[in-house]
């Protein structure tokens, strides 16, 4: 992981962006301490921003622990489209 000072970031910012991307993270120094660390993003990252925000705006809730595995292996319950959809909509309604 290389190591750089923030005028020499300042100067080749495109060259590390291109390291950035090809998965290296970069690690940049003020007065020989570093201070920041650029990373490549992966699509989980973007997603859980993502859903960050909506628990920080109220919007979802975070899980407070995983489901059990055998939760995945339950019947669905046989709900009509029509009535899960009607209920859904209540729902927001009342926010």
């Known amino acids: 992981m290389p190591s750089i000072t923030l005028t020499e970031l300042e100067k080749n910012l495109r060259d590390y962006l291109k390291e ?9 120094r003020d007065r020989n301490r570093p201070f920041a ?12 921003a993502h859903v960050l925000k909506l628990a920080a705006a109220g919007k979802v809730r975070l ?30 309604d009342e926010d």
């Open 63 to 92: 899980p407070t622990a995983e489901l059990p595995p055998e939760f995945w292996d339950e019947p669905g319950a046989d709900v009509p489209l029509a009535d899960l959809l009607a209920a859904v909509r209540a729902d927001r």
């Open 20 to 28: 950035v991307r090809a998965g290296h993270e970069v690690v940049i």
């Open 37 to 48: 660390k650029l990373v490549p993003v992966h699509e989980d990252d973007e997603l859980e």
